[in-house]
């Protein structure tokens, strides 16, 4: 899943995973709750939230508006990304950019 970043695709998932896997959405929701300690839908967050977080920290990328990297993580909607990337990481997307850049400049 992290590997080739299906993630990223909105649309994904119980039971697109389940189909794909061949395997009942059930028993797919079990696995992540039980070895990831997590829903499936925590868990494709994650994901999204730490590849918005190495996208607005990129300096080659600062020009890059922030709606745009909400939508090549997977989000489609800016207040569930900003929520999920505030319950993350303590602050909005912009606020992460901004001191990754000042941090940048700094060292």
Known sequence: MAEKEYYTNP??????????????????????NNFLGKNLYDYL?????EKAKTMLADEALKKIPIKNVMYDCGF????????????????TPTTFRNSMQKK???E
């Not at 998932?13 to 009942?24: Q, T, V």
């Not at 489609?76 to 602050?91: L, V």
């Open 45 to 49: 967050n994650t994901l999204r939230i």
């Open 104 to 106: 940048g400049k700094t």
């Open 76 to 91: 489609n909607n800016k207040a569930t990304f900003n929520k999920s990337f505030k319950d993350r990481t303590g602050m």
């Open 11 to 32: 649309e994904i998932g119980l039971d697109e995973i389940s189909r794909a896997l061949n395997i009942p959405p059930k028993k797919v929701s079990q696995v992540f």
